[in-house]
């Protein structure tokens, strides 16, 4: 296995970027982990309270928009891995447990 990140600008001021895990052999990426400190798509709504547009908007999309990620764009592919390590070991374990 292998890992890299990359980042959408360079430098320490990107507010995206992702992190994968690669197959030696294979070569085929076998996980993946998107990093984003702002989420544009949030900001279009209203944020007015008690509009219904917004908290119809609010509660439909708002669990999606919620950055993940809170830091500098240097430590976005450190975070990345560890999230993909992390879900890679509860996931094994489970399966394990079950055999």
Known sequence: ????????TP?????????????????EVLELKVL???YHACSVWD??????EYEEGLENHGPYC??????????MEVQGM???????VET????FSFM
Do not use: C, Q
């Open 36 to 38: 984003s400190a702002y």
């Open 11 to 27: 430098g320490p001021k990107s507010l995206h970027g992702l992190t994968a895990v690669i197959g030696y052999k294979s070569g």
């Open 82 to 88: 560890a999230s993909i390590f992390k879900r890679s």
């Open 47 to 52: 944020p007015t309270t008690g509009r219904v």
């Open 66 to 75: 919620l950055p993940n990620f809170d830091g500098s764009a240097w430590n």
């Open 92 to 95: 094994l374990f489970e399966v």
């Open 1 to 8: 296995m292998s890992g890299d990140g990359s980042w959408h």
